[in-house]
Structures are given as C-alpha cells and as structure tokens.
C-alpha cells in the first residue's frame, strides 16, 4: 500500500505548551481502503472515513472499511456494556440490552426509511445482524454536556467559534474506534460526522454549508415516542442550509426526551441554544438568559450545568473580545469538560476547519489529549490513492 504525503492548508499555526494546537500546514495521509465510492484514509494517525451515495451504498461502505472497528465496538457495547450499566426509566431500573429493543419498536414510526437502509447497509458490510445494528444505533437515546459559540464582539476579530464538550463516558470505550466520517449523501449536503465505527447518526457536526452543531443531554428518560436525538442532528448536517432550516429541523420533528443543543452558522455569524423536548422547544440566542442559564454573555451562546456553566462563563468573560482559535479551544479544557469526557471539538464554520481531540485509551479526558485540525471543505476534494486495496481497516 503506497503512502501519501499529501500537503494541504489545513489551518494556521498556534502552539501551546500544555497540549498542541498547531494548526497543520501539512499533513501525512494514508489511504487504507476503497469500496464503491467509498474510501478509508489515516490522517495524521487520525481515521477519516469518506461515504459517498446512496444510504445503503454508505452503510456498506462503512461496514466493509471499518468492518473489524464496527464488528468489536459493536460486541463490547451489547455484550458487555449492555448488561453492566442501569437506566432509570421512571420507576424502573433496566439494562440498556434489555430496554434497547423496546425503544427501537416505538421509534421506528418517527425514522425516515432512508435511516433503516442505511443501518441494513452497514450490518451487510461488516457481516452483521441489522438488529443489533439497529440497537447500537439507538444507545444514544439513553444517555443524557457542555457547548458555546462565542463571535463578533466576543473574538478578536469577529470570527465565530463554535465548540463542543461531550461527556458521555469514557467506559464505554468508544474512543478506540473514534473516526471522522465525511459524507456526500446522494441529493443532501456533504458534512462532517465527529463519530464512532457503527454509528450512522450523530451528536457532533459541521456540514459544507457552514453550519455546526452539538448536542447536549437533559431528563426525560421514558419519553421515546419520536425521532431519535442523534438522527435529528444528522437531518440538520444533511439538510439544513442555514440557521433558521437548522431550528425547523428540530420544530417539525416529533422530539423526544430533553435535549439541548448548539447551532451555528458562519455565513451569517449566528448562533442560537435549544432547550428541546417532546411538548416544547425553545430558542435561546447570544447574551439571552434562562432559568438554567442565569450568567448571560454579550455575543455568546453558553450551554452547561451546574460549576462547569460558571466556569465557562467565567472564562469566556476573562477573555471577551481576545478569544481565537488557541485561546478558544482552552474554553474546553477541564473542569469545564469532565473527567468523563470523550470527545472535545472546536469549529470555525465559515472557513468549514475543525479541531477534534478525543479520549486515551486509558480514559485520559479528550480535553488533555492532542487536537487534530481538519477543513470540510479540503477533505471533500480528496481522492484515494489509485493502488490501494479495495478493502481494509
């Protein structure tokens, strides 16, 4: 398999003592693996998986390149922490293998076909029964993280930044099969998935049309009668054009549980917070205040709880107007994000660059490891390399 060394602005340079955050100039690439459209790269150690077609010419894609990825995350999550972790649903206590079927039956109803194809896709290429397939796919459901944008007055020179804290739990080992997965779905927007091998929704994205946006979990447990969170944010990726069909996404959709997000827009340096559940959903724009959000900051969406929303209010104010890409990454940094924190992304949406760190092995917090920097917009002019194999991982 020939090696690549592929040079290609990605971003401009900015160094830390603590943790890097050089913005690279060039990177080494490696192509892994082709299948149909698809292709599998390594970006400077980092696994970049790009989908193109159909749902199902995706999902075999996805199976086929991440076939080994896909097949042990798969097994840990429904063979072991399945049975190891307890949900509280109402007055219930369940294990997510017990209670993951349920779900899937009372929310097939409110997922669009193109989903299930998709998911049938996957099992087929990594040789897979499409209901577990279909079960992993809907553990997101079940687990209930921080997000800001800060822009004009907020940034040195009015550049928007959108960032990204999730907490979901670094047991769950996900970040041995962390991938960026780059998609140009046949008739929707290509974008950017921060993901894990077997999933085809997302909680953490950036489409082509300058759009980001992040999720963050509430209450609500029991209430699953709609369109799963994570394929609500995947309809935003590959629909929405701008803000307002970002917000629309999540209006006309029957919702579920509670939710709270952050979208943004670098075409018209916007941004907004949702507090979203199935009865309401409410907008909370830049230096606008909520009963959970009390600390308002001019020109910035801030979304957390408890010590960690004081602590990014804080250190946001502390640096109003000085906040670029270095200094707002740093806004990411522990206690803000938690010791259970699996990955951490920064977006400037109007140049479509990212930087996206995730968890050790060992459980390391995503805030203390390397970021890696990507642009959308660079990914999607790239070709696998001619002489690679048709498959691989």
């Known amino acids: 398999m020939r090696r690549v060394l592929i040079v290609h602005r ?69 063979e072991t922490k399945a049975d190891e972790s307890v949900i509280e649903a109402g007055p ?7 209670i993951l079927p349920t779900i899937v039956k009372i929310q097939k109803p409110f997922v669009p076909e193109k989903y299930w194809e998709e998911m049938r896709g996957l099992a087929d290429g990594a040789g897979l029964k499409v209901e577990d397939v279909q079960i992993a796919n809907f553990i997101p459901e079940l687990f209930h993280c921080s997000g800001f944008a800060v822009m004009n007055s907020a940034t040195v020179d009015g550049t928007l930044y959108h960032g990204r804290v999730l907490d979901y739990g ?30 085809i929704g997302s909680v953490t994205g950036m489409n082509a049309d300058h759009v980001s946006i992040g999720e963050m979990g509430g209450k609500g447990l029991g209430a699953w009668q709609g369109t799963p969170m994570s394929l609500l944010v995947r309809e935003v990726l590959e629909t929405a054009h701008d803000l307002d069909a970002a917000v629309e996404v999540f209006r006309s959709h029957k919702r579920t549980c509670e939710y709270y997000y952050v979208i ?13 559940t199935p009865e309401k959903l409410l ?7 909520h009963p959970r959000l ?79 920097a990507f642009q959308l917009s660079e990914l999607l002019k790239r070709h696998p390399d001619a002489v690679a194999a048709v498959e691989g991982n």
């Open 10 to 78: 990605l971003l401009v340079a900015a160094v830390t003592a603590v943790v890097s955050f050089t913005m690279v100039v060039s990177s080494y690439a490696e192509t892994l693996g082709r299948e149909g459209a698809g292709w599998l790269e390594k970006v400077d150690g980092y696994l970049v998986l790009h989908l193109k077609g159909t749902p199902y010419e995706m999902g075999v894609q996805h199976g086929k390149l991440l076939r080994n990825h896909v097949r042990e995350n798969m097994k840990f999550l429904l």
């Open 92 to 98: 219930l206590k369940v294990t997510p293998k017990s």
């Open 170 to 199: 670094v047991d769950m080992k996900l970040q041995d099969h962390a991938v960026l997965i780059v998609e140009e779905p046949t008739g929707g927007i290509p974008f950017a998935n921060v993901s894990y091998a077997g999933f």
């Open 264 to 276: 943004a827009d670098g075409k018209t340096n916007r941004a907004v917070g949702i507090e979203a």
């Open 283 to 289: 907008t909370i724009g830049p230096g606008e205040s």
């Open 294 to 372: 009390p600390k308002p900051v001019h020109d910035a969406v801030l979304l957390s709880a408890g010590t960690r929303y004081d602590e990014l209010v804080k250190r946001v104010e502390a640096q109003k107007g000085k906040l670029d890409a270095e200094s707002a990454r740093h806004l990411m940094d522990r206690p803000v994000a938690m010791k259970s924190n699996l990955h951490d992304a920064l977006f400037e949406p109007r140049s479509t660059r990212m930087w996206v760190a995730n968890a050790s092995s060992a459980g390391e917090p995503a805030a203390n490891q390397e970021y890696h």
